[in-house]
């Protein structure tokens, strides 16, 4: 295996050297290298090796015609046997021997310029072919990146034709110790607040705890219900959208651009973390209760409006339209 490079490096070589030659440079030109010269070398060694072993057959055969000459036609040593046999059959077989030495010597213990020079030569092959594989590597990493920069502008560029994300709205009323509710009702009675929630609220989804749900009478209409439960089985009215997680019933309310958190107290505590706007109505009493809104963070809301409202013959008490709006 070895050898088969060696001899392709060889050819390649001599092919160089008989450039030199036409060109009558007998001086290593610029363009040969250490490399090169050493191959070259080797080459000729070689060439030279056989040589020897070629003239080293042709006197062999010589030799042994000479010798079988020598004792059959002129008799020399005509009554010197061995074992029987005419002398010069041990002597052309002991010559034999060394030739065949030699020949074993040039093929196969010297193949070509010896063991550490293959070695030599194969990792020179296999530093050239890692040094290969670092820069397609390379250029594999820079058109990686190109086509990652690209693929996040078209991104970017596709991005305002992609629908903005709804914006997730929590509605409530709440007195000034933050009571929204005891067993399962409503405080108080404030009709402005009431008008508000239903024009705030209308052809939107409201997504709900399943007790807020069952504090109502029936399905408020105009609005898609979505009631949150852990119950597998719990069952609704038609068109009432039955979830059992926040995620499921915000994933449900995904076509509307404001789906409203309207209650209770569990869910409004689960969803302060992902809403992105509070319509609150802040009632300026403070009640007895079983249920409460979460307290409002102002590092985390902004107030961007604020209404106050007088008590009157519809309104029970005083209250504030607040908007909070996600900082
Ligand atoms: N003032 C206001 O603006 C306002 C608004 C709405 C409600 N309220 C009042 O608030 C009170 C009700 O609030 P509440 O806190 O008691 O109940 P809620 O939040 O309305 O509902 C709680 C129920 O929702 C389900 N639930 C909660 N978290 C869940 C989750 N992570 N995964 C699956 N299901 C979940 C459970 O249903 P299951 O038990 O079926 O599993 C749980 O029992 C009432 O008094 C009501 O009048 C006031």
Redesign the pocket.
Known sequence: MHNHYAFTKKDFNFTTLIDLDMFGKKKASPQIDKEQLELIENAQKRIRQKKRLYVHFVLFLIGAIFLIVANTVLGIGEDVTLFGKEWFLFAIMLWLFFFLYHLFNVFVTHKFMGKAWEKQQLEKLVAKQQDRIEKIKQGLIKEETVLAKSEVYNETKAKPSVKKRSILTI????AENNA???????IWHLSDDLKRFKALTSGHHII??????E?FPKPLPNRTHVV????AD?KAPDGVIIV???EDAIDASKSDAQPFI???????K?AMGIADKIELTRVHESFEA??FFPEIDSNLWKETNNTFHKKDSDNEFEFSFITYERK
């Open positions: 509605i409530a009323a709440a929204i509710g005891k067993d399962n009702q409503l709900m705890g399943r007790k807020t749900f504090s949150i439960t852990r119950q719990y059992n997680s926040l309207i209650g209770g107290g569990q869910i409004y689960q079983d249920a």
